[in-house]
């Protein structure tokens, strides 16, 4: 009976009528042969397994009747079974170009859904994408997808530019821990750069605001790393591993990654050590060498998990990625400095949590979640012609608490509900030494010392299936404390509680195309790199602490027309983001005067309002067989109502074309075409950036186009890839970003499992 109750609420359905062992093989559609390390997995629980070297897998204990399995592995569709009484099956998968965008399963709504089925504009770059692409960094696995920009101020960062809102307005998380903390800062920075490529499992995608599930920070979107995890044996103890391997021309990059993995009944690991050097960056055209922008990169990680009994599993995990002498390019070369980088750029992730499930359909599964999570930023600086060398550290302490419930009371209604509390120390120190006497003076750093926020929150969100459509709701309650103490220019202490809702409205005019429409709230609670930030922000700007904000609230709403079919997939969204107490730098004095060190002062203040709205479309369709062409185009369109300007760091449009064939034998060749038009609607702000001006011609940034070639070879246990990228060797620079993009180079990378 026991048994009947927990297959009953993980599986969500009622109690089944048989109980025992099942078994089944995965083979490709085409060739017949068996599919290595497919993970076979059941839908709405925490089971699964993976496939053996002879495409085989079995599940003990399992009752049948209302079970759907689902199956997936690197290069081949998903699909989903409903088993009956037989106890063998033998899976084949169809060969994919592409993961089609509309069947990817998707969590960044908090619950496991098909991104098809969901009313929100959300997408994921699926494993085998992932695989594909092979990328330098985490930020380049995001290039050219829809509705996301990548502007890169040096070449350790990256920042995704989502729905014309950047920085500390797009929330980043990993594995539903944020990421965003006290001092995560607007506009290009670093942030996502510290996510190890190698440890990402997929990465999703949720445009428009997200703050009712995801709290402050999320107006544009949220951006969640679902870091790889370990699958149980049913047939004892495995171990196995991968090795990793990428170099790119002109010394660009040196990279291994080895992993070793556990697989038991009750116990499975995963662990991994990467290590990686990247060169200077050989640009387009004439551009050349761009110097300096070489740095180096060592991060390990480690996931544990533990079956507890039949309702629960409990997990253990480990990030940690330190990046060494990571030049500000823009600096040395524009901003007077003759030394300005970063040293060290840490950050590490350690979070316990415990997963399990209840015979209570109102409490039907629940997550328990302790994190702490650090960053260190540190930067080295000298101006030219100076004796005078500074060192800043800055450093964030998060503990997270979150407890989070998914229900079912009926057939048709879903719940997902939750508490959080994070909580953010910061300390910051700076020392200038003079290289010439060798005498060390100490001065305030970057942030207030000690300073700090607090942040509790409850949110609830309730999905309704009545007949074609699908009706969603939430909202959620937030109560933040920011706290700066500053010996310098005096303490500060807010305490804003935000309020913020949704609906949604999702209408299935047949089984394959579906009309979608939501209205929600957003908002992001000034933090302390906006109320005390004291030093150099760009050439030209010199920041004071602000001292008393309000958040920054948003008013979002978006309509779009789905369709899915195994050969087919689209999607076209229209959306509009009406922006209100926009926080946004005002000159100001400091000791009497609007300059200081040769900069103009200014000072943040809620002085903002503006409008975003913009179009996103996007295409998979399977020509023939193995053939597969894909594409996508995103238009942004922004406007500071109060400057009565063009917002900044508003992307151009873009997108891309791309067709990719793949052959049973496991060579596939992949074509892109990424394109970005002109962007000659400029805010004062970008004007007068020297990162941007620089490549200004005539007062407006020029359009570009690249194209790239990948290929790649799959046999078992191993493949090898080799990219051409920017072949034409076109000189280009992404739109708001402080460095060129890659000339043409080459690319190979290998992966081995044993």
């Known amino acids: 009976m026991m048994m009947r109750c927990l297959m009953t609420l993980l599986l969500g359905s009622m109690a089944f009528a048989a109980v025992g062992q099942f078994q089944g093989t995965v083979i490709d559609q085409t060739t017949r042969q068996p599919i290595v390390d497919g993970h076979v997995a059941i839908v709405n629980s925490s089971l699964g397994t993976v496939t053996d070297k002879n495409g085989k897998f079995a599940f003990g204990n399992l009752a049948f009747d209302s079970v759907t399995l689902r199956v997936s592995a690197i290069g081949y569709l998903t699909q989903e079974y409903v088993l009956t009484r037989e106890r063998e099956l033998v899976v084949e998968l169809i060969p994919s170009a592409i993961l089609l965008h509309q069947a990817v399963t998707i969590t960044a709504q908090r619950s496991e859904r098909m991104s098809f089925d969901v009313n929100q504009s959300a997408s994921a770059i699926a494993a085998a994408q992932l695989?594909?692409?092979?990328?330098?960094?985490?930020?380049?696995?995001?290039?050219n997808e829809t509705g996301v920009w990548i502007q890169k101020t040096n070449h350790g960062g990256g920042s995704p530019i989502i729905r014309g809102l950047v920085g500390n307005q797009v929330l980043l998380v990993v594995d539903g821990i944020r990421l965003n903390n006290a001092t995560y800062r607007y506009g290009p920075n670093q942030y996502l750069s510290t996510i190890d490529p190698g440890i990402i499992d997929r990465i999703e995608v949720n445009r428009g605001s997200g703050s009712v599930l995801y709290g402050s920070d999320a107006l544009g979107g949220v951006l969640q790393v679902i870091s790889a995890t370990p699958s149980f044996s049913s047939a004892g103890l495995k171990i196995g591993g991968r090795l990793r391997s990428r170099w790119m021309s002109a010394g660009m990059e040196q990279s291994i990654r080895p992993e070793i993995e556990g697989r038991g009944k009750r116990v499975a690991f995963l662990g991994g050590f990467s290590a990686r050097n990247f060169g200077d960056v050989l640009a387009g055209g004439n551009l050349g060498v761009l110097t300096p922008t070489a740095y180096r990169e060592r991060s390990g990680d480690a996931k544990l998990l533990w079956r507890l009994g039949s309702r629960g599993i409990l997990t253990s995990a480990f990030q940690h990625t330190t990046q060494n002498h990571v030049p500000r390019y823009d600096q040395v070369t524009q901003g007077g400095f003759s030394l300005f980088e970063f040293e060290p750029q840490t950050r590490q992730l350690s979070y316990l949590r415990w997963e399990s499930s209840t015979p209570s359909p109102w409490v039907q599964s629940f997550r328990l979640t302790v994190s702490m999570n650090r960053s260190k930023e540190g930067t080295i600086s000298q101006k030219n012609n100076s004796v005078e060398m500074k060192r800043q550290l800055d450093e964030v302490n998060t503990l997270g608490l979150m407890a989070e419930f998914l229900s079912n009371p009926s057939a048709h209604w879903q719940v997902q509900s939750g508490i959080e509390y994070y909580s953010d120390r910061v300390s910051s120190t700076a020392?200038?030494?003079?290289?010439?006497?060798?005498?060390?003076?100490?001065?305030?750093?970057?942030?207030?010392d000690g300073s700090g926020i607090s942040n509790l929150a409850v949110f609830t969100n309730h999905q309704w299936d009545w007949k074609n459509f699908q009706i969603s709701a939430g909202a959620r309650f937030n109560r933040i404390s920011v706290s700066v103490t500053d010996n310098l220019f005096g303490d500060q202490q807010i305490n804003p509680n935000a309020w913020v809702g949704n609906v949604g409205v999702m209408y299935k005019l047949n089984s394959r195309l579906r009309m979608v429409g939501t209205l929600n709230t957003g908002?992001?609670?000034p933090n302390v790199d906006d109320m005390s930030k004291f030093g150099t922000i760009e050439a030209n700007i010199f920041e004071i602490p602000s001292g008393l904000l309000s958040?920054?609230?948003?008013?979002?709403?978006?309509?779009?027309?789905?369709?899915?079919?195994?050969?087919?997939?689209?999607n076209?969204?229209?959306?509009?983001s009406t922006l209100t107490d926009l926080i946004d730098r005002v000159a100001t004095s400091y000791q009497g005067s609007p300059t200081f060190e040769g900069r103009t002062v200014y000072q943040?203040?809620?002085v903002g309002e503006a409008i975003i709205k913009g179009i996103e479309a996007d295409v998979d369709a399977v020509v023939i067989k193995s053939l597969t062409v894909y594409g996508n185009v995103t238009y942004t369109y922004g406007e500071n109502k109060t400057r009565k300007e063009p917002m900044r760091r508003i992307p151009p449009l873009f997108g891309r074309l791309g067709l990719r064939y793949g052959h049973p034998s496991g060579l596939w060749i992949r074509t892109e075409w990424a394109v970005a038009g002109k962007q000659d609607r400029l805010a004062g702000g970008d004007r007068s950036d020297a990162r941007i001006n620089i490549r200004l011609i005539n007062?407006?940034?020029?359009?570009?186009?690249?194209?790239?070639?990948?290929?790649?070879?799959?046999y078992r246990f191993w493949s090898i890839q080799l990219s051409a990228q920017n072949i034409f060797d076109e000189a280009y620079r992404v739109y708001a970003s402080g460095i060129d993009g890659y000339g043409r180079s080459m690319t190979a990378a290998v992966n081995i499992r044993f």
């Open 431 to 448: 020392h200038v030494l003079n290289t010439v006497t060798n005498t060390e003076t100490a001065q305030r750093g970057s942030y207030a």
């Open 131 to 143: 695989s594909e692409r092979s990328p330098r960094s985490t930020p380049e696995a995001l290039m």
């Open 604 to 606: 943040k203040r809620n």
């Open 523 to 525: 908002f992001r609670a």
């Open 551 to 570: 958040p920054e609230r948003s008013l979002n709403m978006e309509t779009g027309l789905k369709y899915n079919s195994t050969k087919l997939s689209w």
């Open 699 to 714: 007062g407006v940034m020029p359009g570009w186009d690249i194209v790239n070639l990948h290929a790649g070879y799959s």
């Open 572 to 576: 076209v969204t229209a959306y509009q």
